[in-house]
């Protein structure tokens, strides 16, 4: 059964630990990252982005997958389903299909708009039990067409939309969706810092945790970051292990072309990569 991750992220800003989204793309990337998760006896948020939400035929199908997929492989960890960056409307439909948690991106309104929106949902979350994630300040990189530079949040207006009552906060600290581009300034701790000590016990989102080093990311989970998004890692991981398949030739001898066959090597290398995420993350055996 689906749950909010309001619990799950309580528990990893008192243990200074963080849960890690991890996004997903079709029924390969749901079963690797649930059962990773139950291996290693973690809670886990699955992101759905709006992008995503289409390429896998609407939201409904999404949840259809992700609940029979928790009975049928008998997943007993805590699991969210969350709509990653999204719009008002798209947070209404996640809502209406049955999905535990959501994120309304209002950080391309001006403040008060995003103020004005943000605290309509958390009415609206708050009477469904449903967690909510705020952002303040875009995130570089390219998220769905949006292209941002990696900019810092204003630890006033992410007081200003966590006093709303949302259950996470997204603030941009120079972090990245994507690669990180070589001449990357790295993350801007002192605005986490700063963020941090007006927002006290609301959990911090990292987003872009693609390319982050270790120890950086250690760091942000000692200054309030509970949950850290992961979605390019796996598809990198996932693309270069099924190359390595056909380039050996594999899907050309016996039933080597058959899907199941084909699409191993990749399920395996994502699983790989969420394990060392949550290994990372602290989060192995808290679930």
Not at 21 to 35: G, H, M, R
Not at 152 to 157: F, G, H, N, S
Request: proline share 3%; charged share 20%; aromatic share 6%.
């Amino acid at each position: 059964m689906l749950v909010s991750a309001k619990e799950m992220l309580t528990k990893a800003k008192e243990g200074h630990y963080a849960v890690g989204q991890f996004n997903i793309n079709n029924l390969e990337w749901t079963k690797a990252i649930l059962l990773t998760a139950q291996e290693l006896n973690s809670p886990v948020i699955l992101g759905v982005s709006e992008g995503a939400g289409k390429y896998m035929c609407g939201y409904k199908t999404i949840v259809g997958m992700v609940n029979g997929m928790i009975e049928g492989l008998g997943i007993t960890v805590p699991v969210a389903l969350h709509l990653d960056h999204g719009s008002y409307e798209g947070a209404l439909a996640c809502i209406e299909a049955g999905f535990s948690s959501v994120m309304f991106d209002g950080s391309h309104y001006p403040i008060e708009e995003n103020i004005a929106k943000t605290k309509e949902l958390v009415k609206i979350t708050g009477e469904k039990g449903i967690s909510l994630e705020a952002e303040v300040g875009a995130i570089g990189g390219e998220e769905d067409g949006v292209v941002g530079t990696g900019e810092c949040a204003d630890p006033d207006e992410c007081k200003m939309i966590a006093d709303l009552g949302v259950t996470m906060l997204a603030a941009g600290i120079g972090n990245i969706h994507g690669k990180y581009p070589e001449n990357w300034a790295g993350l801007s701790f002192e605005t986490l810092d700063a963020i941090q000590q007006k927002t006290v016990d609301m959990p911090l989102v990292l987003h872009g945790g693609t390319g982050i080093p270790a120890e950086m990311i250690k760091k942000a989970i000692s200054l309030g970051v509970s949950k850290i998004n992961v979605n390019t890692e796996c598809q990198l991981a996932f693309a270069d292990a099924t190359r390595k398949y056909i380039e050996a030739g594999k899907d050309l001898s016996g039933k080597g072309f058959d899907p199941r066959k084909l699409l191993a090597p990749g399920f395996e290398a994502i699983k790989a990569t969420v394990k060392e995420k949550m290994e990372l993350f602290g989060s192995v055996n808290k679930a």
